[in-house]
């Protein structure tokens, strides 16, 4: 062994792509080459250096995010092309609420948002990006709001809350209706509903935020053709699984009609590799982009080009988000077969390995199939105050052992008849979740299995819960 080498700390972030990015910013300052030379008003390095230290200090304050071993919400690590081209555009800081604040941003928006709308099927549509799903849904609401005044918004009880407050800012009247025991919306209930009339706006579920149920589109398309109301499609989280080609069939068969609603929502800051601030909405009909129609006096002179703050609700955005995401399609295009659409399917296949393992497992009880990468499950016990308990504990015990997984509150309706020897002493039951996002999860299940294992006997065993309540 050489010993006059000094070893390389192992690193557990991607510090390696770091030099890549002066390459590139060096590159990038070349096409400025021609400006009068100036003088920027510095910080000194080592005031600099001081803070970084201290913030890199605060930061170590997180879960591990981008490790394997974190299997809880829904947090995925950017691409590194992603993360480095947004910081690239920081440099020049472009804000893509105007062509007069980001040309080449704007551009790069427009041909992003075209390849997503493309994943769908669509050749013209109306989008843009935005802060990210909760942003999107407001505006696809908006819009049904514009073009149903006075009609009630519908959507799944196991629908993101966002929507019954989204309707609420809007002034729209909202209700839930009712899911099957696969988590989906109940089109005989919706349908119950719909004969009832004044329904403007039904929203269509494609990923469920807490079990990753998909709702039955094909039925729900076949209920439009008959009730005519709006179809708005939330595939915030799950939109980007229509390139998975290990999908159930029913699954697949609600994604291959995606297509057919009238706007759809996707977060490339979920399942996109996308930095957090990057959500994008899309309209079938471009026409809509009527209602977003103003007069500034002073944003939009430059060109004749659209400008994207003309078909958007919020001005100013940042143009670093469009650059990450263009690049990463560029890297990384949206294909069926290709290295984004395979490292999104080895997230899945981890959540069906996993959900086959705890299904075998007698410590637990698991619910439906899952039908992206989340798993719900819940350790088996007599009463459902018990199962909340021993998943807290679990859920603590886990942590310890460096496992980093969620839990979810859901209703005993749901969890009931998966657990049919369950006293239902509570409305609600905790639940563990976990969300296998990462594709490097695939080779980490065995491992969660085993940790789960132990936290299950230390932390979950029912005498325990027996010992502490005599
Ligand atoms: C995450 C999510 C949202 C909200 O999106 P944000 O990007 O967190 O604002 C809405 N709907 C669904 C289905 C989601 O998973």
Same mark, same amino acid.
């Given at each position: 062994m050489?010993?006059t080498?000094?070893?390389?700390?192992?690193?557990?972030?991607?510090?390696?792509?770091?030099s890549?990015?002066? +390459? *590139? /910013?060096?590159r @990038?300052? &070349?096409?400025?080459?021609? =400006?009068?030379?100036?003088?920027?008003? !510095?910080?000194? %390095?080592?005031?600099?250096?001081?803070v970084?230290?201290?913030?890199?200090?605060r930061?170590r304050?997180?879960?591990?995010?981008?490790?394997?071993?974190?299997?809880g919400?829904m947090?995925?690590?950017p691409?590194?092309?992603a993360?480095?081209?947004?910081?690239?555009?920081?440099?020049?800081?472009?804000?893509?609420?105007?062509?007069?604040?980001?040309?080449a941003?704007?551009?790069?928006e427009?041909?992003?948002? +075209? *390849? /997503?709308?493309? @994943?769908? &099927?669509?050749?013209?549509h =109306?989008?843009?990006?935005?802060?990210? !799903?909760?942003? %999107?849904?407001?505006?696809?609401?908006?819009?049904?709001?514009?073009?149903?005044?006075?009609?009630?918004?519908?959507?799944?009880?196991?629908?993101h809350?966002?929507?019954?407050?989204?309707?609420?800012?809007?002034?729209?009247?909202?209700?839930?209706?009712?899911?099957?025991?696969?988590?989906?919306?109940?089109?005989?209930?919706?349908?119950r509903?719909?004969a009832?009339?004044?329904?403007?706006?039904?929203?269509?579920?494609?990923?469920?935020?807490?079990? &990753?149920?998909?709702?039955p =589109?094909?039925?729900?398309?076949?209920?439009?053709?008959?009730?005519?109301?709006?179809?708005?499609?939330?595939?915030?989280?799950?939109?980007?699984?229509?390139?998975?080609?290990?999908?159930?069939?029913?699954?697949?068969?609600?994604?291959?009609?995606?297509?057919q609603?009238?706007?759809?929502v996707?977060?490339?800051?979920?399942?996109?590799?996308q930095?957090?601030?990057?959500?994008?909405?899309?309209?079938?009909?471009?026409?809509?982009?009527?209602?977003?129609?103003?007069?500034?006096?002073?944003?939009y002179?430059?060109?004749?080009?659209?400008? =994207?703050?003309?078909?958007?609700?919020e001005?100013?955005?940042?143009?670093?988000?469009?650059v990450g995401?263009?690049?990463?399609?560029?890297?990384?295009?949206l294909?069926?077969?290709?290295?984004?659409?395979?490292?999104?399917?080895r997230g899945?296949?981890?959540?069906?390995?996993?959900?086959a393992?705890?299904r075998?497992?007698?410590?637990?009880?698991t619910i439906?199939?899952?039908?992206?990468?989340?798993?719900?499950?819940?350790?088996?016990?007599?009463?459902?105050?018990?199962a909340?308990?021993?998943?807290?504990?679990?859920?603590?015990?886990?942590?310890?052992?460096?496992?980093?997984?969620?839990?979810?509150e859901?209703?005993?309706?749901?969890?009931?008849p998966?657990?049919?020897?369950?006293?239902?002493?509570?409305?609600?039951?905790?639940?563990l979740?976990?969300?296998?996002?990462?594709?490097?999860?695939?080779?980490?299940?065995?491992?969660?299995?085993?940790?789960?294992?132990?936290?299950?006997?230390?932390?979950?065993?029912?005498?325990?819960?027996?010992?502490?309540?005599?």
């Amino acid at each position: 062994m050489d010993h006059t080498t000094p070893a390389v700390p192992a690193s557990q972030l991607d510090v390696n792509s770091l030099s890549q990015l002066e +390459a *590139a /910013l060096r590159r @990038l300052d &070349g096409g400025f080459a021609d =400006l009068p030379a100036f003088e920027a008003e !510095g910080e000194d %390095a080592a005031g600099l250096a001081r803070v970084l230290a201290e913030v890199a200090e605060r930061l170590r304050d997180n879960y591990p995010y981008f490790h394997p071993l974190y299997a809880g919400q829904m947090l995925k690590p950017p691409h590194p092309v992603a993360r480095l081209a947004y910081a690239l555009a920081l440099w020049l800081n472009p804000n893509n609420h105007a062509l007069d604040g980001g040309r080449a941003s704007s551009r790069m928006e427009k041909e992003a948002v +075209a *390849a /997503l709308a493309r @994943l769908f &099927g669509w050749e013209t549509h =109306l989008g843009h990006l935005c802060g990210g !799903g909760t942003l %999107a849904n407001l505006e696809a609401l908006w819009v049904a709001g514009q073009l149903r005044p006075g009609t009630t918004v519908l959507a799944s009880a196991h629908a993101h809350y966002t929507h019954q407050r989204i309707s609420a800012v809007l002034g729209l009247s909202f209700e839930a209706v009712a899911c099957d025991a696969r988590g989906r919306l109940d089109a005989g209930a919706l349908e119950r509903r719909l004969a009832q009339g004044g329904v403007g706006t039904v929203v269509a579920t494609l990923g469920a935020t807490a079990t &990753g149920a998909v709702d039955p =589109l094909p039925r729900l398309l076949a209920l439009r053709e008959r009730y005519g109301f709006r179809l708005h499609a939330d595939a915030a989280y799950g939109g980007y699984f229509t390139l998975a080609d290990n999908l159930a069939p029913e699954t697949r068969q609600a994604f291959d009609v995606l297509g057919q609603a009238d706007s759809l929502v996707i977060d490339p800051h979920k399942h996109g590799l996308q930095p957090y601030g990057c959500g994008c909405v899309l309209f079938r009909d471009p026409s809509v982009g009527r209602f977003y129609k103003h007069d500034s006096p002073y944003t939009y002179f430059s060109s004749a080009e659209l400008h =994207l703050g003309e078909i958007s609700l919020e001005c100013s955005r940042p143009g670093a988000a469009a650059v990450g995401l263009w690049a990463t399609q560029r890297l990384l295009p949206l294909e069926p077969g290709g290295v984004f659409a395979g490292r999104l399917a080895r997230g899945r296949a981890a959540a069906l390995a996993l959900f086959a393992r705890l299904r075998a497992d007698p410590r637990f009880v698991t619910i439906f199939e899952p039908e992206l990468d989340i798993v719900v499950w819940l350790p088996r016990a007599e009463r459902a105050t018990e199962a909340s308990r021993r998943s807290r504990a679990i859920f603590a015990e886990a942590a310890r052992r460096h496992l980093h997984l969620a839990l979810a509150e859901l209703p005993m309706e749901l969890i009931g008849p998966y657990a049919p020897h369950m006293a239902a002493n509570r409305e609600t039951v905790t639940c563990l979740r976990s969300v296998l996002m990462k594709p490097e999860h695939a080779g980490w299940v065995e491992r969660i299995h085993a940790i789960l294992g132990e936290a299950a006997s230390v932390g979950g065993s029912p005498d325990d819960w027996a010992a502490s309540h005599v």
